[in-house]
Structure formats: structure tokens, C-alpha cells
């Protein structure tokens, strides 16, 4: 049984940082590819950053390059999503999702979300 399961959200002033975690079991991260992506309620889904499969490319999101970065602790089995430098466009529901592909929205399986909040 593959599980998926996001942590670290929470409320916080423009300029803080989060970090994300995504716990993963039944399956092997680094076999599938580790993704995060987020979600506003009447918007698009987008894709944050990505560590792709088979090669473990690392791609991020042009809008959260040099704030953002995506990481996977193989012996964890665990994928991070370091977040500085917040702004309230950031403000989402955060969830991570295997299979992703660079500037994709797509995933394989997905896990419970976390929810970011930033203030002004």
C-alpha cells in the first residue's frame, strides 16, 4: 500500500521560510521520481519543483527558482521542499506526487496536502 504523506505547513510572514516534508511508504522515492506541486481553490495546479525519474534531474518552477529547493533523503525515504523568502503569492495547498516531469502538472500518485500560509 503506497502512501504519501506531506508535513510542515503552516502560518507565516512574507520574507519567513518552511520546510515541506513528504514521508513516503510501499514505495521507493528514488525509484519513481518525487515531486511537489501546490494548489489554490479556483486556480490551476502547478508544479513547484521536481526530481525526475531514472535520471534525478532537479527542476523548479520559474516563479520559486532561488527560494525554493527540492531534495530526497534516500535512506529516509523522504523529500523536502525547503521554502525561503515566502511571499503571499506562495499562499497554497502543498502536496507532493511521484512520476512528476519538469514544467509538468502531472503525477502518479499523491499523498494528503499540507497547507502554506503567507501574510503580508
Known amino acids: 500500500h503506497v502512501q504519501l504523506q506531506a508535513s510542515g505547513g503552516g502560518l507565516v510572514q512574507a520574507g519567513g521560510s518552511l520546510r515541506l516534508s513528504c514521508v513516503a511508504s510501499?514505495?521507493?522515492?528514488?525509484?519513481?521520481?518525487i515531486g511537489w506541486f501546490r494548489q489554490v481553490p479556483g486556480k490551476e495546479r502547478e508544479g513547484v519543483a521536481c526530481i525526475s525519474r531514472g535520471d534525478g534531474k532537479i527542476s523548479h518552477e520559474d516563479s520559486v527558482k532561488g527560494r525554493f529547493s527540492i531534495s530526497l533523503d534516500k535512506d529516509k525515504n523522504t523529500a523536502y521542499l525547503q521554502m525561503t523568502d515566502l511571499k503571499p503569492g506562495d499562499t497554497a495547498e502543498y502536496f507532493c506526487?511521484?512520476?512528476?516531469?519538469?514544467?509538468?502538472?502531472?503525477?502518479?500518485?499523491r499523498g494528503q496536502g499540507t497547507l502554506v500560509t503567507v501574510s503580508s
Open positions: 506526487g511521484t512520476d512528476c516531469r519538469p514544467s509538468s502538472t502531472w503525477y502518479g500518485r
Open positions: 510501499g514505495i521507493k522515492l528514488e525509484h519513481y521520481g
